[in-house]
């Protein structure tokens, strides 16, 4: 080990006679993240490699009470930080009250930390302790705690059971035309995706438009009893005035964000989430559970919108998951590669933020899913994107996002394949929810060992039937 | 290569129906698990021209041409090189020195100011900026208008410093979209009434998609612009509070990182 003096000053240590000094608990916090070009973006990033380790050590010897007294956002300017301490949970932080920032990342690493500790500790750990505790931590560390966490949810079909891995279906249309859709709705289903959601995101914020997706989706799914839930992400304004006028509304979405400001960018506060939230539950179209929400989130919201309070983008990005959990969603997933190279420049940075945020939405009870993808103007291909998802599989992801071929034609961006999630069940030995399972075996997609039927062995009569009525 | 594997779940007639119904890539087929070669490669290509059009350098004498006889001003936004305009945003929505000093010279006082701008598709902006430009002045013809400001490293934003020193009251930026593996040389109009540093983009009223794929035609564009840009004029604003039922352009909403 290196000469190493952590002062009892706040926010400084000596590495061989060298002393850093960090300004506060968000300077401390920001350098001590992996390198990535948001927080340069933002001028929060380390100024030199040297520097970053040592915002390490430092944050390594910080108690996590520290982040009870001391909010790296204003509470009496910001409902998120509100929330987040106003419920702080404390008989669950109890048996890790004493932990440094470091010793939480032994403790999380140990065998003490089992299934049912971390599921115990859950709504004691906020969003900074779950940042800065990452930041200590390498890929595999990010792998190893994450597959250890077991978050279920359930409305249809019951996401996160050990041995499952749940896809959402994405059949974007860049004119929503609902046949279009359709017809990407039924590739998905045949490669068996779509467990997790049918969830399409429409071209214009029109509510009539919507209003008709959502009840395309509905009949399709009646019509051959299909285990899953819809979901049209329209904005969730919008899908109140949709579930007032009586539409069959499954899940409520929104794109939420780690400050009070930022979320105000997106059209929301706490308020209408909760509005929104009692009218989906309220609904009762659940079968096997009753989690209806689905939030979507991603690292550099908060800066894009000017509203970050100086916080780095890892940070604010577990601060979402505050707002997430907060209305017990059936899916949060990160879309971590979308918003461009200003945020997360290459591959390497797009992979270590989707294990980053996939550990914190898990260390925080969130049934955690990612968008594992990336824009054409990212340093970033295919080969990254095989990793990232094999890596998140490994770790115990709950869902993934597929679209056919890879090619998202409505929002010009790349995601994962249906035939990834193929591949990913294949080599891991991963099945889909078991109600989804069940029926893909019942309708002849898959044979009754599980696997999906041989290209050669022709149609059932069913999946004929289907294509049919779609066609 | 083996020829692409069909899919026999669903009969072949079937899916060259349901194939009509989207420009998504289904019915791919499969080898194992994974996709037939033939779809990796065209993929590949995809990627490739939309990587070529994001780091393609504008040919800034060729457009000059296309202009021509439409007086023209060079500027370069504060980012020196494509990596850096990645990375930056913020520079690529400000002036060079060197450009700032040039517009502060030539001044002016004009209705409507064009900027055509880089942005993340120079290929775009190559093969379709100019006649858009003659497209939107014939649709504006009894307006002043200003010189053509051709734009480099230019992001959105770099419209509101160029158009306050030409005097414009209205700007128009013309900019290539984030290329898509189906179209890589898309354009958007940016317009922003009474430009200035520090619009935000609530401000402005963006119409996207002009290309020659299945998009918005020039003349279909222009002809939206004609409208937005009169309304604009008539109300002294832009942006949100000038969105209409009536016109397909939608106020401006952070999605094209342009």
Known sequence: MSAVEVSILPFTCDLGGERHSFEDLRAVLAAASPARSGDELAGLAATSATQRVAARWVLADLPLTVFLSETVVPYERDEVTRLIIDSHDAAAFAPIAHLTVGGFRDWLLSEAADTAALAGIARGVTPEMAAAVSKLMRAQDLIAVAKKIRVVTAFRSTIGLPGRLSTRLQPNHPADDPRGIAAAVLDGLLHGVGDAVIGVNPATDSVPAATTLIRMLDELRERYAIPTQSCVLTHVTNALTIMERGAPVDLVFQSVAGSEAANAGFGIDLAVLREAHGAARALGRGTVGQNAMYFETGQGSALSANAHHGVDQQTMEARAYAVARAFDPLLVNTVVGFIGPEYLYDGKQIIRAGLEDHFCGKLLGLPMGCDVCYTNHAEADQDDMDSLMTLLTVAGCSFLICVPGSDDVMLSYQSLSNHDALYLRSVMGLRPAPEFEAWLAETGIAAPDGKLRSLTDGASSFVRRLAESLA | ?258
């Open chain 2, 1 to 258: 290569m083996s020829p692409p594997v069909s899919n026999d779940m669903v009969p072949g007639e079937l899916w060259a129906r349901l194939r009509q119904t989207t420009p998504a890539r289904i019915a791919l087929g499969r080898v194992g698990h994974a996709l037939p070669l033939g779809e990796v490669l065209d993929f590949q290509l995809a990627h490739a021209r939309a990587r070529d059009a994001v780091h393609a350098a504008l040919d800034v004498a060729a457009l000059e041409g296309a202009l021509a006889p439409l007086p023209v001003r060079h500027v370069e936004s504060d980012a020196p090189d494509r990596a850096t305009y990645l990375r930056r945003p913020d520079l690529g929505r400000r002036l060079s020195p060197r450009s700032a000093a040039l517009l502060a010279e030539t001044g002016g006082r004009h209705d409507v100011v064009f900027v055509i701008g880089d942005g993340l598709s120079a290929t775009g902006v190559q093969a379709g900026a100019a006649r858009l430009v003659q497209a939107c002045r014939t649709e504006l013809g009894d307006l002043s208008i200003g010189p053509v400001v051709i734009a480099q490293q230019a992001r959105v934003a770099l419209g509101d410093p160029i158009g306050e020193a030409l005097g414009a009251r209205v700007c128009v930026m013309i900019i290539g979209e984030r290329p898509g593996l189906s179209v890589n040389d898309s354009l958007g109009i940016y317009m922003t009434f009474a430009p200035r540093t520090g619009r935000s983009d609530a401000e402005r009223n963006c119409i996207s998609n002009i290309h020659g794929a299945g998009g918005l035609s020039p003349q279909e564009a222009a002809r939206t612009l004609g409208w937005l840009l009169r309304e604009a004029l008539r109300r002294q604003l832009s942006g949100v509070d000038l969105k209409d039922d009536q016109t397909p352009a939608l106020p401006f909403e952070d999605q094209n990182p342009a």
